[in-house]
């Protein structure tokens, strides 16, 4: 009997054989941090030529953004090839090429509720990696109760004016734009009333703070406008309705967070974090307990992804990812901060070096520090149990 190879047997052979070529060596290195990948941008910076390259090469093939449609730089591959090529991926360890805001959470939202005008000229750049987005939706006085926002767009005729100060907006001095939620109906109930806008950082009338947080890092800012002008070509869906696009949006940015939980292509399994650090006896890592509260995790990051898979072909088969996104944003922060308690117990008394350079300036202690966030950002864990138990569980 001959051997049946069906097509997406013959894409994957295709991608491997691609990603042979085309993928150059240092990019199949397991990335240290944040700092390894790049985020794009127009003040974006190249570790090194095979960063740049490794980027082109994807770009040129879509792969940046390999499920949009190709009119908008993406790759127009379906389901089942972008999990191809994501295995692919990972199987050499080759590191994503590109980051971005733009990606996960607008990209998204766009397609679904932009104007044709408005997805070609924001989509092609974020594939390309050309423009660097910040996200603009918390507030001083509305971080949970996001729909509260009291930030102003006074209509002048032909644009708005924009009043307000957002808060916790992840890398908001290395934005070059920015998608943000403004109350334009001051009239109207709290969830009415408000529009989703989008605006370059770079104008007048915008001042950025950092924030700096336990760790030392400043990864957030305060953002401050004061007479912003926002044109009215610049509003993503209709106007007052935009609460409809910010819900959309969200669902991606707490499935985004919830991965976070899971290893991806390019990082280094736990288990072999450990047996590079503490040795093996008799073919098993050494240690007892950390052994078991890894298989634990790995158990456990192996049923997030599992379950994770099952959502996006329900999603794919027309069901709406709703509220499982906050099942899934839950469990994946509680998985990233128990990555952080191993890889913390694994290194020891090393974990604590708070500077210097075999610490990477305290790379790991600052990165546990700072996943304790996962569990606010994004909306509380708290409020995401409250989410589940409401509209999953159907509980009183």
């Given amino acids: 009997m001959g051997f049946y190879v069906t097509n997406l047997d013959s894409f994957r052979h295709k991608v491997r054989d691609w990603l042979e070529v085309n993928c150059p060596k240092s990019m199949r290195q397991p990335y240290r941090s944040e700092a390894d990948l790049y985020w794009g941008g127009r003040n974006g ?73 408005l997805k070609q000229q924001h989509l092609p750049p974020i594939a390309r990696g050309e423009i660097r987005w910040a996200q603009g939706y918390s507030e001083p006085n509305a971080g949970s ?68 947080l336990i760790s030392g890092n400043s990864p957030f800012t305060e953002i401050f406008m004061e007479n912003l002008r926002v044109e009215k070509n610049q509003v993503v869906g209709a106007i007052n309705k935009g609460w409809t696009v910010a819900k959309y949006l969200l669902t991606h940015e707490r499935e985004m967070i919830g991965g976070s939980g899971l290893s991806r292509a390019g990082s280094i399994p736990i288990s072999k974090v450990a047996v590079a650090a503490l040795g093996m006896e008799n073919g098993i890592l050494s240690n007892t307990m950390l052994r078991t509260d890894i298989a634990h995790f790995e158990m456990d990051e192996c049923c997030l992804e599992l379950n994770t898979e099952r959502a996006r072909d329900e999603v794919k088969a027309g069901a709406s990812l709703g509220a499982a996104s906050s099942m899934f944003k839950y469990y994946g ?20 070096v708070w500077e210097g350079g075999e610490s990477r300036s305290g790379y790991l202690p600052k990165t546990w520090l700072r996943s304790k966030g996962n569990s606010i950002e994004g909306g509380t864990s708290e409020i995401q149990l409250n989410i589940v138990a409401k509209r999953i569980l159907r509980l009183p």
Avoid at 168 to 178: A, K, Q, R
Avoid at 340 to 348: H, Y
Wanted: aromatic share 10%.
């Fill in 145 to 212: 109760d996001l729909a509260s926002l009291q930030t102003r767009a006074e209509d002048k005729g032909n644009h708005y004016l924009v009043n307000g100060t957002k808060v916790w907006t992840s890398y908001g001095e290395l934005g070059d734009w920015m998608f943000c939620l403004v109350r334009t109906d001051f009239k109207a109930k709290k969830h009415a009333g408000i529009s989703f806008v989008l605006f370059d950082m770079n104008g007048t009338g915008i001042t950025i703070r950092p924030i700096k």
């Fill in 333 to 352: 922060t509680e998985l990233n901060k128990r990555r952080f308690e191993l890889l913390m117990a694994i290194n020891g008394s090393d974990a604590m």
């Fill in 45 to 117: 910076k190249f570790q090194n030529e095979d960063q740049r390259l490794w980027l082109q090469r994807m770009v040129s093939k879509g792969w940046t953004v390999p499920t949009w449609p190709t009119e908008y730089g993406g790759g127009g591959l379906d389901r089942e090839q972008t999990k191809t090529l994501n295995e692919e991926m990972a199987r050499i360890h080759a590191r994503p090429p590109l980051e971005s805001f733009g990606i996960s959470m607008l990209g998204p939202a766009l397609l679904k509720f932009g104007t044709n005008e």
